[in-house]
């Protein structure tokens, strides 16, 4: 069985570029490291009327840049620099349209069939998901990138750039990766893409985002409880970049027993969300003055803490809080759920993601959605 993936492998134009991801990382105070990466995430699907046949989000740092739903004919740029480029570039714009609403419409459709084909499935919804990316290191030059596949719901087949080979991630996408590793020309084809040509197209992002990307945002952090005897929750939201970390501290020391970390999430407004639980069941009223929850934001010195008091809890079921506090909390975890189920990547058991509305990576045709 052969993929085709010829009509996605144009010579593109090196001044354009996907999308872009800016790592700023500190290391022992002394110098910078900057990270740029672009990332994508598609999802084709068959078999049920109400899902979009495809869909996909370019991402820049996990920041919706451009969504594309060919179903309902949407291609919207989702940042003002993003615009910007799509204004004075309008053969960018024309490419994207034509990916998005024609190109990877087909090459979906076409995988889809193949695989039911190949693996009898006549009936049912079938879901193939490609998610890809790569990673630019600004002071080493260094470019690492990545794609893989998931097919329904499981993680499928992941390409080793190294070796230039596919590595199946279930054993029935053994017999597709032996086709696809004779197929030298594409693999060639697609580590250019995702080592060469996607950093000239990150640099061109990085000169349009560079001002929104760098920005440094602190949180709103509250502490939320559903019942007395519920986890206490410890809210941070509308920070940004994403590079954070949240945990639970007893006497000045991080604790992790009785602690349940959810991941980072965006919001629609580009800034993320997290949330840190900590089971207060068993703590006796002498024993909460011990806790607090730390905030900690990549490039600012100090950190959020907030104190574990029963008095700034916000609840629904106190008499101090009663209707106001009871809709803030449960409008809280209604959009966190939705957030989680319609914007976010959902992570295959391979460690791969896919999206279901679409929340992260081919040159002409490629880069736009593989790199």
């Not at 179903?71 to 024309?94: C, G, V, Y």
């Not at 029935?172 to 594409?186: G, L, Q, R, S």
């Not at 639980?277 to 907030?306: A, I, M, Q, R």
Request: glycine share 6%; with cysteine; charged share 20%.
């Amino acid at each position: 069985m052969h993929f085709d993936y010829t009509t996605s492998l144009q010579q593109p134009d090196t001044n354009s570029c996907v999308c872009v991801r800016v790592c700023v990382l500190f290391l022992s105070g002394k110098y910078l490291i900057l990270k740029h990466s672009l990332m994508h995430s598609v999802t084709g699907s068959s078999g049920d009327p109400n899902i979009s046949e495809f869909a996909g989000v370019v991402l820049v740092d996990d920041t919706e840049a451009v969504y594309c739903d060919s179903r309902n004919k949407i291609l919207e740029p989702r940042q003002d620099w993003m615009k910007k480029i799509f204004s004075n570039d309008t053969q960018h714009l024309a490419l994207y349209t034509k990916q998005c609403f024609e190109d990877q419409p087909d090459i979906f459709r076409f995988l889809i069939s193949t695989l039911k084909q190949q693996f009898n499935q006549i009936e049912g919804v079938h879901i193939l998901q490609r998610t890809g990316g790569c990673e630019w290191n600004e002071n080493t030059d260094e470019v690492v990138g990545m794609v893989q596949y998931g097919y329904n719901g499981e993680g499928f087949l992941e390409l080793d750039l190294k070796t230039l080979t596919w590595i199946p991630l279930k054993p029935e996408a053994a017999i597709i990766k032996k086709e696809w590793d004779t197929d030298t020309i594409v693999l060639k084809d697609i580590e250019s893409l995702l080592t060469k040509v996607c950093r000239e197209w990150l640099k061109r992002y990085w000169s349009y985002g560079s001002s929104f990307l760098q920005r440094t945002v602190l949180p709103s952090v509250s502490l939320l409880q559903k019942t007395p005897f519920s986890p206490v929750s410890c809210h941070a939201t509308g920070f940004y970049p994403h590079r954070a970390m949240m945990f639970w501290r007893k006497d000045g020391e991080e604790i992790h027993e009785g602690v349940d970390h959810t991941e980072i999430l965006p919001n629609n407004d580009g800034t993320f969300q997290i949330t840190v639980n900590l089971n207060v069941s068993s703590l006796t009223p002498e024993d909460w003055k011990k806790y607090d929850c730390v905030f900690h934001l990549s490039g600012v010195v100090n950190n959020t803490v907030t104190k574990l008091h029963k008095k700034v809890i916000r609840t629904n079921w106190s008499e101090n809080n009663r209707m106001g506090e009871k809709n803030t909390f449960n409008s809280y975890f209604f959009c966190l759920f939705a957030v989680t189920i319609c914007g976010n990547p959902l992570w295959l058991e391979s460690g791969g993601y896919a999206v279901m509305t679409i929340k992260s990576q081919r040159v002409s045709v490629m880069l736009m959605w593989l790199c």
